[in-house]
Every structure is written in C-alpha cells, then in structure tokens.
C-alpha cells in the first residue's frame, strides 16, 4: 500500500500517470476524505510554486485536470459527503466565454474544501440572482476576461441588490482584467487575478484564516 | 498646429510618425494608437449592426476617428478566422480575405467555432468566439503531414454545418456565398482606408500570421487541449508547429504585393507556458516566422496578450527592429528596461483606468509614462487590450490624446 505523502509528492510534480496508478491503490483501503485532504495539501504547495514563479498557468491548467482525473476515482466512493468549508456561487459573467481561468479556481477552492456550484459561462445576472436564492451561499465569484465584462459584473451586483441578497453575500471578482478600479466600479467585496489568492481572499472574507 | 493641416498632410505625418518609431528613432511626437474590436465603437452603431453591416461599421469608425484623433485607428469587429486563410494558404487571393472572420460569413458557412448576436445569441449581445476540440489526438500525424489538406478534408466538415459533406450542392453553395462575401470584407477594409485618410488618419497596411501552437488550440485542440498535448504528447505537438510554419509564411507574404508591410500576430498560449515549455513548444517556429518574414521585408506587429514579463529576454532572439511589440498587461517600463534599442514597444494605457480615472490622473499617467518610455525613440502609446469600453467618458479619450500632444513632443 503507498503511502499518502507518495500521493501528495507525484502530485506536486505533476506526474499524472503515477498520481492515478496511486490513487487506484489507496482508494481500496483510505478512507476517501483522507485522499481528499492530501489532494488540498499537494494543491497549496502547487500555488505557492504558482505565487513563487516556479510553476506557470500551463502547470495550473494540469494541475485541475489531474484534480478532476482524481474526483472521478474518489467522488464515487464517497459515502457521505464531506462538510464543506462554504459555498460558492460561480460562474463566468454576462457576454464572456471564458472559462479556463475560473474553472482553475474551481478546482483549487474545491481542493480547499469549498463546494462550488458552477453556473458556467455566459450567465445573467437573473442567474446569478436565482442561484444565490437556490443554494443560499456565502459567497458569489464571477470570473470575466472581456473588458465588457466588468460592465456585467456591476450588474449583477445590482441585480443582487434588486433582490435584497446583496447583503447575505460576499462577492469576490476574478479574471485577467479586474483589478482594484473594477472592485470598486462593480461593488464586490473582494477581486483576484490569480486563482490562489483569491481561495485565500475567500477564506480571510468569512474570517476563517489570517 | 495640426487644425490647419489637409487629411492628406495629417496621414503622411501621423504615418511617418508611427513608421519611425517602428523603425526605434525618435519621432516628432509619441505616437497614439488605438485598436477596437468594436467595443468602443458600439458609441455609435449597435453591436449586431457592427458585425453585420460593414456601411456601419465604417461609418461609426470614422466617426469614433473624427471626433478622437489618433495617430492610428485599427478596427477588428470580426472573429479569429484564421483557420479559413490556412485552409486557402496556397491562393494568396483568397487566404487573407477570410482571416478575419465576420458575421455574414458564418451566415455562409455555419461554422461552430463563432456565435453571434440576433443568430445564436440574442441580438444586443457581443460576438463570441467559442473555437473547440475539432482534432483527436491520433490525428496530429495527418496534421504533419499535410496540414492544409487535412484541415480542408478533415477540420472543415467538422466545424461547419454547411461543409459537412464535402462536395455536396450545399457545401459549393455555401463556399460560393463565402467568396462573395470574402470580397466583400475586403471592400469594406477598404472603404474603411478610404474613410479614415479622408479624416486624417492613416491606417497600419496589414498581413498576418499566427504562432503555429496557438492555431493548434484555438482551431483544432482548444486551449486546455493544446496545453495538455504538451504534456502528454510532446512529439507530435512538436512536429504540428513544424509543419505549419509554411503555411502560415504563404499568410503573411499574401498581401505583400498589395503593399502590406506589417504582420498582424496576436499570442494567446504565451502567458502559460514556463520558460521551459515556452523555448520548446512556442517560440522555435513563432521565430522562424517572424524572421522570414522579415527576410521578405514584412515586419511583424506582434500582440503579446497576458503577462509577457518572462518571455521578454527571448525578443532578443530576433534581429535588430524585426518589428512591434504591443504588451498587453506586462509594464512597458520593464520592457523597455530589456528591449530599448533593439524593438519597438507598443502598450502601457491600463483600458480600466481610462474607464475609471478623471481627466487629469489620465494626463498625470501619460506624463509620467511617457517621461521614462520617450527618451530614445521607439514607443507607440496605446490602450493595453485592444479595446477602450463603451462606458467610458469621451472626456477621458480625449485627456489622453491631449496628454499625449502635450508631452509627447521631443
Ligand atoms: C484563451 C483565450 C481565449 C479562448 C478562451 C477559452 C476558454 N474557454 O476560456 C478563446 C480562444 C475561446 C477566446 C475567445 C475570445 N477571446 Co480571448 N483570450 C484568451 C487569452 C489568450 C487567455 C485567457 C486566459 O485563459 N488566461 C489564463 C487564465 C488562467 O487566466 P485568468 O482567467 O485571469 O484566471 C486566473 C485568475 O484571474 C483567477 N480567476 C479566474 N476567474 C476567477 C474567478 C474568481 C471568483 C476568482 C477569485 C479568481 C479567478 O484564477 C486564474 C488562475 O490564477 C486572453 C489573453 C490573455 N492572455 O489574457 C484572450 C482575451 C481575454 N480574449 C479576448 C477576446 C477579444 C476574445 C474574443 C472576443 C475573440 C474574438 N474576437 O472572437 C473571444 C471571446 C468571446 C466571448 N464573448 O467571450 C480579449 C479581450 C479583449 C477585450 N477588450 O475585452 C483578450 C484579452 C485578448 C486580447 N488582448 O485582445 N479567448
């Protein structure tokens, strides 16, 4: 039986196939939530090597697709489901496509224990509005690389306030183009171009790290 | 001053001015340039009629010209289409009318990679290029070995409802409206020349050309699936971006005997790639384009979408004044700390902050910039994203191009 660190190690470095052959073998005697926390572990130092300039945006991109490989061993098997730390309500905004950025920061807030409802690209404020009254979560994340993005952004912040939810939730803005002028335009709470700060920046709005 | 100046004096100076920063001398002022995929334009037309309607287009371009004065105005309300121009790469005629992609031509060809306002999307939405996974893996070898048949036998059929059957009534038809309205693009460009000299404004006389990994993930793999090749698949991956290099120089030297001079390359798997990956997957053949073209006297304009910052030593791979390069997020600053002398740089206007900021901290940003990128010649002053929001105030526009005239100057 290897070990879970031998897991948490091949992942670090990427290696899909012995990541994989790994997980078959643990999966039979670990208990699946082990296996999961082993996969945040691996993911946290990914980031930092991402934050330290040592690993780049092709690394991230392998990195969720070996997290997704590994959710669809372990997610079967998973007989109760895992308390997660809260809820975020994703989704590429209005008039954008882009996803590859956001679904980055999917996996690596669902490695961080978040569940993340993903509402997919091209989505209207009334999604947005509909979700949070769905799913009740703590936090919205819209993702947008479009400049006309931010323009959507602002309104589904208004939309949400339209709807007087603006208040039970905390917004965090992400994506290429947002920065401190379009938190301010669009009214989040929150923005972050790079997927790790913004799982940090997540925790730190509910006050649950420093 | 330039208010007494006929359009014919203004474009032979605005050019001269962009034409010798390019060439990394000191022009009489910093040259304003400014690229639209439409955004800013939607100030005067609706978004649907600027992809379908060139009369439009036109018009609200040299509107958007008239009342800012730039010392260049690049207008893209098309999608990539650069697919379409390799499968033609062998009929110069032919190849670059379709590379940019416009609303009436999916209407010919009901291709999978666009959708666009009042067809799939409702009608005051913006275009979108959605591209997809139109290759399997098995595939790269055909890609290799001949790359403009495959896409034209294989990759065509799957990305366009009309050209499923090859050969069919439907197919020659719909390649037949394709042509009409391929030239009629190009009369559009045209006119849209035409326009804009008679305000005084020149415009850049273009070709393009690609970097041959990006055309693996825009048109055939997608991004993520290019990104994973590397990974998984480095040979074939490899020998795909060899074998394109050909094609993709017959692109660029297309429009040479009709005068163009620059080649239009936009990045877009630049700012994944480590170093490492980047110096074996990327840069090899996007260098070997870029030289011969220039070897066939087409400088490049190349577009380095993302973050840039740790490519930057690369450029000097390339010999001295091969060309532009316009940054979009990398600070032109530490570019220029690298480049100076050896590549003309473009860039360094954030579009947030002129969305955002008053008048005078727009002038305020210009001056500071500019009080560092002038000296030496061999910087173009332009909007970092290919585009300036609808939202933003026309007092802004119109702060940068006083801030540019008043401290541009050498
Ligand atoms: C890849 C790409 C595409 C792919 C998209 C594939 C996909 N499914 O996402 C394709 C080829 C399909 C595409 C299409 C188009 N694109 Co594009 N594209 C890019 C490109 C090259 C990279 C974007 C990217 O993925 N970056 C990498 C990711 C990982 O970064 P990221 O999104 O910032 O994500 C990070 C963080 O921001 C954070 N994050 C992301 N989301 C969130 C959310 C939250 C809540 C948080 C906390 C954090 C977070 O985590 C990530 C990891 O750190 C950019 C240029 C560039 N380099 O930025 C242009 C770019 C975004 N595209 C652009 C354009 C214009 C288009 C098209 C309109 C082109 C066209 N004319 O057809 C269409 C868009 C259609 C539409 N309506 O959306 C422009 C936008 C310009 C503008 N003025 O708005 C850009 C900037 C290129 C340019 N400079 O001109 N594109």
Redesign the interface.
């Known amino acids: 039986m290897p070990s879970l660190d031998e897991l948490i190690d091949a992942f670090i470095e990427?290696d899909?196939e012995r990541v994989l052959s790994l997980v078959e073998k643990l999966v039979v005697e670990v208990p699946p939530p082990d296996i999961l926390e082993a996969c945040r572990k691996a993911t946290v130092v990914i980031g930092e090597r991402f934050e330290k300039?040592e690993?780049?945006?092709?690394?991230l991109?392998?990195a969720g697709?070996i997290f997704r490989r590994i959710m669809d061993i372990v997610l079967p098997r998973l007989r109760e489901e895992v308390k997660p730390v809260a809820t975020i309500v994703l989704g590429t905004v209005?008039?954008d496509?882009h996803d590859?950025g956001k679904n980055i920061f999917k996996a690596f807030a669902e490695a961080a224990g978040f569940k993340v409802i993903d509402l997919g690209v091209?989505t209207s404020p009334e999604r947005f509005v509909e979700a949070v009254r769905n799913y009740n979560p703590e936090i919205v994340g819209m993702s947008g690389l479009?400049?006309?993005a931010?323009?959507s952004m602002r309104r589904v912040v208004e939309a949400l306030k339209q709807a007087g939810l603006r208040d039970r939730v905390k917004i965090i803005i992400g994506g290429?183009?947002v920065?401190e002028?379009?938190r301010?335009?669009t009214g989040a709470d929150e923005w972050a171009d790079n997927a790790m700060v913004g799982v940090r920046k997540c925790k730190q709005m509910l006050g649950l790290e420093g | 001053m330039s208010r007494s100046r006929s359009p014919e004096e203004l474009v032979k100076e605005r050019m001269e001015r962009i034409e010798k920063a390019i060439d990394l001398k000191e022009p009489d002022r910093v040259p304003l340039f400014i690229f639209t995929c439409g955004?800013v334009l939607r100030k005067y037309a609706k978004g649907y009629e600027l992809y379908f309607n060139y009369d439009k287009t036109c018009e609200a371009s040299i509107r958007f010209a008239s009342e800012f004065p730039v010392d260049s105005l690049g207008v893209v309300t098309a999608a990539e289409g650069f697919v379409f121009s390799l499968a033609f790469a062998d009929y110069p005629d032919i190849a670059p009318s379709i590379r940019f992609w416009s609303g009436p031509m999916h209407d010919a060809l009901l291709d999978r990679y666009t959708r666009w306002p009042g067809r799939e999307l409702p009608e005051d939405?913006?275009l979108?290029f959605?591209g997809g996974q139109f290759m399997n893996v098995e595939e790269y070898g055909r890609l290799s070995d001949d790359p403009i048949s495959f896409i034209n036998e294989v990759i065509l059929p799957r990305s366009c409802l009309n050209l499923e059957k090859p050969g069919s009534a439907k197919a020659n038809a719909s390649l037949i409206r394709l042509g009409v309205e391929a030239s009629r693009f190009l009369k559009f460009l045209g006119d849209l020349a035409v326009g804009l000299a008679k305000v005084g404004i020149p415009s850049l006389p273009l070709t393009f050309a690609y970097a041959p990994l990006d055309f693996i993930g825009d048109f055939l793999r997608y991004?993520?699936g290019a990104?994973?090749d590397?990974?998984?698949y480095p040979d074939r991956v490899k020998q795909a971006c060899e074998a394109l290099v050909n094609p993709i120089i017959k692109i660029g030297l297309s429009l040479k005997p009709a005068g163009a001079k620059y080649a239009f390359i936009p990045l877009h798997?630049n700012?994944?790639?480590?170093p490492k990956?980047y110096s074996e997957f990327y840069w090899p053949t996007l260098r070997k384009i870029i030289e011969m073209l220039y070897d066939q006297g087409i400088k490049s304009l190349v577009f380095f979408e993302?973050w840039h910052d740790?490519h930057l030593e690369t450029i000097l791979d390339l010999p001295r004044g091969w060309g532009v390069a316009y940054f979009e997020?990398t600070d032109v600053r530490k570019a220029k700390k690298i480049l100076e002398g050896h590549t003309c740089i473009m860039g360094g206007i954030?579009?947030?902050?002129l969305?955002?900021?008053t008048p005078d901290k727009i002038k305020e940003y210009v001056r500071s910039l500019l009080e560092e990128m002038k000296p030496g010649g061999g910087f173009i002053l332009a909007p970092g994203?290919a585009?300036?929001?609808?939202?933003t105030p026309s007092e802004n526009i119109k702060a940068l191009i006083e801030a540019v005239e008043e401290y541009g100057r050498y």
């Open positions: 990427l899909e300039g690993y780049f945006l092709s690394e991109v392998y697709e209005e008039g496509i590859i091209d479009l400049t006309i931010i323009e290429g183009r920065d002028y379009a301010r335009y | 955004d939405s913006i979108q959605i991004p993520t990104l994973l590397v990974r998984r798997l700012e994944y790639l480590s990956l993302g740790i997020k954030p579009p947030s902050m969305l955002q900021e994203v585009d300036i929001p609808k939202e």
